[in-house]
């Protein structure tokens, strides 16, 4: 709560302190204030204390910070260590593999030829970055290039303007 005060601040606040109550009585004001404080925490603690014995043994694991909704979701939905199932997700990903399927379709060749080039590729031991290259580009494929642009269609015959009709 209070980790956003500088040390300027705490100086300030103790300076305006003796400025108000004076240094007679600030030493009976901070034993007081420390004692109310003290007595309010006893009193937190018991009150949670008798809420657990009166809720039973069921809730014997019950905290009383689950009951911030934050705090709750982040417990039911990550069981502890887990980042919300993200590391089964990265697992799962590969990028290569979706980088190779791209690759293909762009290049208009089917996926499935190219799962077997790339596990060819792949699975060779020893195998450098320029046979994973190679399996990337066109090897004789008669397909259209869909990065080479379309010449322009010649545009329709538009018909006259009529400020009439409008």
């Avoid at 596990?119 to 990065?147: I, V």
């Amino acid at each position: 709560m209070f980790n956003d005060i500088g040390a300027l601040e705490l100086l300030t606040l103790g300076v305006l302190a003796v400025l108000v109550f004076g240094p007679d009585k600030l030493p009976k004001l901070i034993q007081d204030v420390t004692r109310t404080i003290r007595k309010i925490r006893e009193f937190s603690d018991s009150a949670k204390e008798d809420i657990r014995s009166e809720l039973g043994p069921q809730f014997k694991d019950f905290e009383f910070e689950d009951l911030n909704p934050k705090t709750f979701v982040r417990k039911q939905l990550m069981d502890g260590d887990d980042d919300l199932g993200l590391k089964e997700i990265r697992e799962s990903f590969d990028l290569r593999k979706e980088m190779a399927d791209v690759t293909d379709m762009v290049n208009g060749r089917t996926p499935a030829a190219s799962d077997t080039a790339n596990s060819a590729a792949n699975g060779s031991a020893g195998a450098s970055a320029d046979s994973s290259t190679t399996s990337l580009t066109k090897t004789g494929d008669t397909a259209p290039d869909l990065l080479k642009k379309t010449p322009p269609q010649p545009q329709p015959e538009r018909p006259p303007f009529d400020a009439d009709a409008t």
